[in-house]
């Protein structure tokens, strides 16, 4: 049986740019936001890879190319990721506007993982990688959203815990609490909502999301795994 053939990166760029593009229509991105700058995502690629370490991860280079190009249209001054492991998701999206160190422009990048040794991973990488102390891996559960807030707004929520034996089925309850802490035009991102393993645990979540007030949703299948991209109004 043959496999097809992996993409280039020029191919993989395009078709970023196709799914990007079908967010502007299904409305998750304004029809006007920013697109992506590929040398500076490429500059951004080669820096990551000599700065961090990442033991697994099922992130393909066409759904990193995705989740950068969402934050580059997005421009978040504020991200939460839920479960950052080694940091690996969190960097793809604090990292447009990669320039002169240190690395992240925005205002506060929260990585939470309930695990001390991926926050340590995490935390070695975002130092070695250079990027500004306002993107930190903190040890902490994701449920208690209030407490990781304050009196904080996100404008970019990431969801990625894998609880031992519950797997991805927390994903509504999670969005249930940081609900009250989105910032007006908030993008929450989904990961795994394609995966077969997580079809049941994730059935319900893209309805979930729209009854509890998101504006436009849209699945993305970028690989195995996908993203579910959702916006609240303004
Ligand atoms: C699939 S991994 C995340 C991968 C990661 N986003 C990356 O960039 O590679 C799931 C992570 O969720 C964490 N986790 C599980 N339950 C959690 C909770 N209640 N709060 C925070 N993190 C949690 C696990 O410790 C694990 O590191």
Redesign the pocket.
Known sequence: MSSLPRLTGPQADALADRFLAHCRTAGVLDPDAPSVSWPEFHAFRAHLQTAFE?P????TPLAARVLYGLAAARRPATIA??????????AWTSGPGFGPRPLYPGRRSLG????AE?VALASGNLRRAGFAPGARAVM????DAAEHSGEDRWDLL?I?????GARKS?YARLLERWLPHLAPGALVVA??VCHPVFAWDLRDYPAFAEDRGAVASTTLPVDACGFEVSRWPE
Do not use: S
Not at 56 to 59: E, K, V
Not at 112 to 115: I, P, R, S, Y
Not at 140 to 143: E, N, P, R, S, T
């Open positions: 990442v697994t991860t099922t992130l990721t839920l479960g950052c492991f080694a940091g690996n998701l969190m939470l993982d309930v695990a991926p902490g559960d994701a449920f990431l990625d815990i894998d609880v031992p927390g990961h795994d």
